[in-house]
């Protein structure tokens, strides 16, 4: 069953612009992670946010983490065309990670 | 390294037949997951090991699904009758620490007829 909700399921943007997809979860967890899916491939790890942080930064990416209200988001900013694709968040609390259904991202040259 | 290697990357099969996905994690990795992707139900967890021994099956939808890891170096995942309902992207993903990242195959896609 899936644990993490990603809102919203879908999001189109224009290149340059920042693009903000959030993911909420329902129990306690180790930590939250995210992953990018481009279209007929495997997932990619982007970014992983243990349950005693708040913040983190990987490059243009920037993950915020509340867990008294168990949600999560994550900021692409200046977004380009290559990052089109379905990102998800997983959260691990011991027992394998779950994901969410996903957020499908079209950046627009 | 060459990544997580899943076999083969198309079946398609007909219904009763068995079906048989393969995984080779990446050397040194400890923790085997399958997942399988579809529309409908998204990314659900079948079944993980942890030092080729299965920790949680829970996600395995039915008897007809069985999964082994006979070595730390590979994995399958049976499907015994196979059914139309059993089409999906099955993915294998490993990871060397607990609650670290995991690294994906590029998956099985599987259709049955």
């Known amino acids: 069953s899936q644990q993490g909700e990603e809102d919203p399921q879908a999001l189109s943007i224009q290149e340059g612009e920042n693009a903000t997809m959030n993911c909420s979860y329902k129990?306690?967890?180790?930590?939250l992670q995210w992953y990018r899916q481009n279209s007929g491939r495997g997932l990619v790890h982007l970014i992983l946010?243990?349950?005693?942080?708040r913040e983190k930064h990987s490059g243009r990416l920037r993950v915020t983490l509340d867990t008294s209200k168990k949600s999560s988001s994550l900021l692409i900013t200046a977004s380009r065309a290559a990052d089109t694709a379905s990102y998800f968040c997983?959260?691990?609390?011991?027992?394998?990670?779950?994901f969410g259904q996903g957020t499908r991202l079209t950046i627009n040259p | 390294d060459a990544g997580v290697i899943q076999s083969p990357r198309h079946e398609v099969t007909e219904m009763g037949q068995e079906v048989t996905l393969r995984c080779k994690p990446i050397?040194?990795?400890?923790?085997l997951f399958w997942y399988r992707q579809t529309m409908m139900r998204g990314l659900e967890l079948l079944i993980y090991?942890?030092?080729?021994?299965?920790?949680?099956d829970s996600g395995m939808p039915e008897d007809r699904f069985s999964a082994k890891m006979p070595n730390a170096s590979f994995s399958t995942l049976k499907i015994q009758p196979s059914e139309p309902r059993d089409s999906a992207v099955y993915f294998c993903?490993?990871?060397?620490?607990?609650?670290?990242?995991?690294?994906f195959g590029e998956g099985s896609r599987l259709t049955v007829l």
């Open positions: 993903a490993s990871r060397d620490r607990v609650a670290g990242e995991l690294f």
């Open positions: 129990t306690s967890i180790n930590n």
């Open positions: 946010i243990r349950s005693n942080e």
């Open positions: 997983a959260t691990d609390a011991g027992l394998g990670l779950v």
């Open positions: 050397s040194g990795h400890n923790s």
């Open positions: 090991f942890n030092n080729n021994v299965p920790i949680d």
